[in-house]
C-alpha cells in the first residue's frame, strides 16, 4: 500500500521494483537511493501512520481494498501490464470478477442513445452479464440504470475520483444504488477530485475488467473510443452500435465499425462474439506483450543506460507515446532496457506512464 501510493511509482513501475526486489519491504529501503540515482533529491513516500489513517477512513467509508495479486484480485483485470496495484471497492467485490460488458459512449448523448444503451445494457444484464461503466452522464448513466432495473441485475461503475467524490456530483444517488446491487471501484485514495488526467485511467478499468466493450454513439474526441482502443490493446472484443452519419455524436463509433469493431445491434451480438475467460485464445497475444513488458532483467550498463535517456528525453513530449514506439526509435536496445531505463525517469520524475503502455515527459521536463 505505502508503495503503490508513493510518489513517481506508477503501476508498470510498481511490478518491475517488486521483481526486481522481490517484496515491497525492499523496494521502499531501495527507493531513495534509486530515486536520487535518477536525479530526484527527495521522494515522497507515505508514513506507515498516513497508510493507516487512509485504510482506517476508508473502510469507515464502507469501502474494501484489493491489492494485486490478492485472491479475490479480479483477473481479467490483472492481465493489464499497467493493471492497478490497489482498487477501492464499495460493495460486493466478487462482482468485479464476473462475465462481464463494458457499456461506454458520449456524456451528451441523445435520446435515442440513451435509449439503445439501456436496451443492450438491460438484454445483457438479464442474461447474467455484468454491465461495466464509468458513471459519467448520458450512455454510462444509461446502462448503470438500465441494469439496476433488472431484477438480479448487476452493474459496476470504475470511477475516476475517490468513493466520498460522486462524479457527477447528481450521480450521488446512483453511486450509493450501484455499490447496493453490484460495486464502484477507484485506484484513487479517498478525497480525490475529478481530473481530466485520471479519466483514461479509470477508462482502463472499464476495458480491463470486461471481456468485450460495446461503444455506444461517441464523437470521434470522445473518451469512450479510449476505453475502445484499451480493449483492443488487452486482447478484448470491441463492439460499436451505428449511428447517422449526420450525427456529429456517432462519427467515433462509425469510424471504429469501418475499422474493424463488431457493428452490434442487439445483445445477442455480444454475446455470440464474447471470449469465454482469460484462458481464451484471443488473451494470447496480450499476454505475451504483458509478460514481455514485466520481465524482470538487470538494468542497462550506466553507458548504455545514459544513451537511451538521452534518447528518450528528447523525442519524448508532453503528448503520450508508446513503449513501442519508442522502442523503434532507440533500435540500438532491448525493450527491457527500455523499460528499466523508463522507470529510472519515472522515479527522477522526469516522465509519467500512462494507460495503454504508454509514456509522457511531465512539464518543464526535458533533455
Known sequence: MRLARTEGVGPIGYARLLGRFGNAAAVLEALPGLARTAGRARLSIPSRAATEDEIAATVKRGGQFLTLGDPDYPALL???????????VLGDIRHLSGRSVGVVG?????LNGQHIAASLSADLASQGVTIVSGMARG????????????????????????????????????QARIAAQGAVVTEAPLGTEPQARHFPRRNRIIAGLSLGVVVVEAARQSGSLITARLALEAGREVFAVPGSPLDPRSQGSNDL?????????????????????????????????????????????PAEAGKIRSALLAVLGPAPTSVDDLLR??????????????????????VESLPGNRVALIANQGG
Open 329 to 350: 526509435h532507440c533500435q540500438f536496445t532491448t525493450r527491457a532496457a527500455l523499460v528499466a531505463t523508463l522507470l529510472d525517469l519515472e522515479l527522477g520524475g522526469f
Open 106 to 110: 458520449g456524456r451528451n448523448a441523445s
Open 139 to 174: 450512455i454510462d448513466g444509461a446502462a448503470h440504470e438500465a441494469a439496476l432495473g433488472k431484477a438480479g441485475g448487476v452493474t459496476v461503475a470504475a470511477v475516476a475520483t475517490g468513493i466520498d467524490r460522486p462524479y457527477p456530483p447528481q450521480h450521488e444517488d446512483l
Open 78 to 88: 490483472a492481465l493489464l501490464p499497467d493493471a492497478p496495484p490497489v482498487l477501492v
Open 257 to 301: 465499425i469501418r475499422r474493424g469493431a463488431m457493428l452490434t445491434e442487439t445483445a445477442e451480438d455480444v454475446l455470440g462474439a464474447l471470449p469465454q475467460g482469460p484462458d481464451d485464445f484471443s488473451f494470447s497475444q496480450a499476454r505475451t506483450i504483458i509478460a514481455e513488458t514485466l520481465r524482470e532483467e538487470p538494468p542497462p550498463p
